[in-house]
């Protein structure tokens, strides 16, 4: 039974306003119905979201599903286009404003102008250009020629709960039991195993083009070696069509591409295996082997490794971790592949959600690259380790940072803005006023401070309210120089105030009642300028040294803390209905809610195991306290450490944030005892 095999209407009828409900399902389901009115023209999309779902479909789907003729259907026979402007197709279609003009011929035959410019930046520059209606100047275009336009979820585009069946060309020819059985999983960014080639055969059977490469150097990298390359030949529509996976690695029938960026961009000899980023980039999905008799090909993960601090960016490594097989991906000749958006970036942008324990996959770093990455960080420079070691003369970080906001009053944790002061002045005779940052009090008119506000966005108007009077908020202070900038400058600036009372010939004591001179008074104070101050920070820091001792990095207490105290509890550990897929879960965590960006401390010292981007967790944290014993940390807006990193109780490790399947910003917290999932909250002091 389809929605077109369903009778005419015999009466007339009507639906009442939803009225205030109408919010709630994001259309008012209000309408009136003749004698003769067809089902598929008064149904619409919303009246079905919570049933068949239809609204996760896109165009190349219901045309598998009904027969529909994607290469013939133009811009002009689609009804819910019709009107639209081409802003409003910017902002449906995943990717389409990263395209450049002359990837979209039928759009530059219109615009015109410079080719090579994306077309979002030639609609940020011209509205005129974004409020073009489609229909009127693409209608008599196929929709392929639209990059990605045929993948786009029916859900993207605006008012989608009130188009009516008949208004999407196939989907009331589908068979309604199909319709309830589709899942959306990997909505758009399928492909069909059509062929499946041996290392010779590119040779004789050329194919359309390679999706395939590196985000170094792109992912349409054809076979370039004599001995051949492995591949899968794909069917889809437009640029899918004839298109080739081509096998990576380097054994027989491989390929290994340019890869990594940085320094960190030489290992593995800077390559690594041609393949895509269909679940984004913290793994990549490599065709490693077909077999042309049995017509199969099978898949497997690489992972690379990143470093980047606050100061310093050392790059990424190129993807060379693995392979790690993945059954789950094989495929054989008339399966589904799973590509990507042919966005440019090899399907990064897809938004597919890869199951969670992929991450845990991740092989350790060997010991040559750990090596070469320890002797390549900075000193100090590290915020991974938060204020965790030593810096020259023996001095701790944290008990010196401690010993500071023990005799600065006006100190109270990383929010703090202190009152509007004059600094006296600069070294072109101005006047230097503004405001002491955060749990160091770094004033904004430091030369040093300012090179790392201003390039951020806003950063230079941020810099001029601050200079004038106008104000510092919480809200600016974490964007400008957020928790993690500010213990990362401190750790460097007290390291090189170090350094220069160490040249001065101090030592001991007396060398740490140097530093806080040169902290409070500037690099130029002269020896015994700040003697209150300094005997103050003296006896505040052999204080905390006696009572906490030297603090132990990587080490674990025994005992967790709350990861995010200032958090709400939401929902607990155990079986519950997901919020996001309505399925029965067993939630392996406890979730605490905040605001976005508020700061998430280690529950317990330890050494950090990964620190990336996975599927459904999101910005997601492994520490390892003892052999078993892991936390996780899951859906961060961003993430501060990096494997190998060694953190202490309470270092600030990321922010809250709603990454991967989230419904709003909270921490999704797991305790993993010896590979299982345990209920957290009888295990920690909250």
């Known amino acids: 039974m389809t929605f077109n095999s369903l009778p005419a209407y015999e009466k007339a009828g009507s639906i009442a306003s939803a009225g205030d409900l109408a919010v709630e399902l994001g259309y008012d389901p209000k309408r009136d119905w003749l004698p003769g009115d ?51 197709l910017l902002d449906a279609v995943p990717s389409l404003g990263a395209f450049t003009l002359k990837e979209i011929p039928a759009l530059a035959d219109i615009i015109g102008g410079d080719l090579e410019q994306t077309l979002a930046k030639v609609i940020s520059l011209d509205s005129v250009i974004g409020d073009l209606k489609i229909s009127e100047y693409l209608g008599d275009f196929s929709i392929l020629e639209i ?100 096998a990576g690695g380097d054994g027989q029938g491989q390929q290994m591409v340019e890869g990594g960026r940085g320094l960190l961009g030489i290992i593995n000899s800077g390559e690594e295996p041609t393949g895509r980023h269909p679940f984004g980039k913290a793994f990549k999905i490599v065709l490693t082997k077909t077999t042309e008799s049995k017509g199969t090909g ?9 470093v980047k601090g606050a100061f310093y960016d050392l790059g990424c490594t190129p993807y060379f971790l693995g392979p790690i097989p993945m059954p789950l991906l094989n495929t054989k000749e008339k399966g589904m592949v799973i590509t990507g958006l042919l966005d440019g970036q090899g399907g990064a942008t897809s938004g597919i959600e890869a199951p969670e324990a992929w991450e845990d996959l991740r ?135 170090i350094k220069q009372a160490i040249g001065e010939g101090f030592e001991g004591e007396a060398l740490l009642g140097r530093v806080g001179e040169l902290h409070h008074g500037g690099t130029g104070a002269s020896v015994g300028s700040k003697p209150n101050y300094s005997n103050k920070l003296i006896a505040a820091y052999n204080r905390i040294i006696a009572s906490e001792g030297v603090s132990e990095c990587g080490k674990s207490s025994g005992n967790f803390i709350n990861p995010m105290p200032s958090g709400t509890f939401t929902s607990p550990y155990g079986w519950r209905i997901h919020p996001i897929y309505g399925t029965s879960k067993l939630h392996t965590g406890q979730d605490i809610g905040a605001p976005q960006g508020t700061p998430i401390i280690a529950s317990d010292g330890g ?48 922010f809250c944030g709603s990454t991967g399947g989230s419904t709003g910003p909270h921490l999704h917290f797991e305790i993993q005892m010896n590979g299982s999932l345990v209920d957290p909250y009888p295990l920690v002091d909250w």
């Open 147 to 246: 990059p990605n336009l045929d993948l786009t979820a029916l859900g993207n585009f605006a008012n989608w709960q009130t188009l009516a069946i008949a208004e999407i060309p196939g989907l009331a020819d589908i068979e309604l039991g199909a319709l309830s059985d589709v899942m959306a999983t990997f909505n758009g960014v399928t492909a069909m195993h059509d062929v499946t080639y041996g290392p010779k055969e590119h040779r004789t059977t050329l194919t359309k083009f390679s999706i395939t490469g590196s985000d170094q150097v792109g992912f349409e990298v054809q076979c370039a070696q004599e001995r051949g390359c492995s591949n899968l030949e794909l069917e889809g529509p437009g640029r899918m069509h004839g298109a080739q996976w081509i």
């Open 363 to 497: 092989p350790e770093t060997p010991p040559e690259v750990a090596d070469f990455i320890k002797a390549n960080t900075p000193s100090g420079s590290s915020f991974g380790g938060g204020l965790c070691g030593e810096g020259p003369g023996g001095i701790d970080y944290k008990a010196l940072a401690d010993a500071y906001k023990t005799i600065e009053s006006n100190i109270d944790n990383y929010d703090s803005v202190g009152p509007y002061t004059y600094g006296g002045e600069g070294g072109r005779g101005q006047p230097l006023w503004g405001y002491a940052l955060g749990r160091y009090q770094y004033m904004t008119y430091r030369e040093d401070i300012r090179a790392i506000i201003m390039p951020k966005a806003g950063g230079a108007q941020f810099l001029a309210k601050a200079d004038r009077g106008g104000g510092v908020s919480v809200a600016d202070l974490n964007k400008y120089f957020p928790p993690e900038a500010q213990d990362d400058f401190f750790r460097k600036d007290q390291n090189d105030l």
């Open 298 to 306: 099978e898949f497997g993960l690489y992972f690379n490794i990143c």
């Open 607 to 654: 050494v950090v195991v990964s620190a990336a981007y996975t599927g459904g967790y999101g910005n997601f944290i492994i520490i390892e306290h003892k052999p078993g014993v892991r936390t996780r940390y899951a859906h961060l807006s961003k993430y501060n450490v990096k494997a190998g990193d060694q953190v202490s109780q309470g270092d600030v490790i990321g």
């Open 38 to 88: 067809l089902p598929a023209e008064v149904f619409t999309l919303g009246d079905f979201q919570s049933s068949l779902q239809a609204e996760k479909l896109n165009l190349n789907q219901i045309a598998q599903l009904s027969g529909l003729d994607i290469p013939s259907l133009r811009i002009a026979d689609i009804p819910f286009l019709q009107g639209a402007t081409l802003s409003e």
